[in-house]
């Protein structure tokens, strides 16, 4: 049985989520700005293979983090119209996932275009 607590939950989650993924996409592009200015400026081997190291990881961290958004998202969906569904369709909290749904799936969208 969805309540609006879980609602509430879900609804964190999705926002959570979504701003770590932002996060990573932007650590991503300052190392590897970071990366190629160590190669331009000719930095120590091991050095330039430790950056290379961290920016490998920032990198595999958007798709597991985009993985667990489209999780986060179709819970959410799910949560949402199961609540519809038992007569409750108005108040703060479902106004607030139906926001965050909008938000992410513009996420998922401007990714793929």
């Known amino acids: 049985m969805a309540t609006l607590r879980n609602l509430k939950i879900k ?15 932007k650590e991503v592009e300052t190392e590897s700005a970071k990366t190629a200015d160590m190669k331009a400026k000719g930095a120590d081997p ?22 667990r958004l489209e999780a986060a998202l179709s819970d959410l969906k799910g949560t949402l119209v199961e609540l519809e569904e038992s007569g409750q369709k108005e108040g703060s909290e479902i106004d607030d996932a139906r926001i965050t749904l909008t938000d992410v799936e513009q996420i998922f969208q401007s990714s793929d275009a």
């Open 46 to 67: 091991y050095d330039l293979k430790q950056q290379e190291n961290v920016l490998a990881e920032s990198r595999m961290m958007v798709p597991d983090c985009r993985k």
């Open 11 to 25: 609804t964190s989650t999705c926002k959570r989520i979504a701003k770590e993924l932002h996060s990573y996409e």
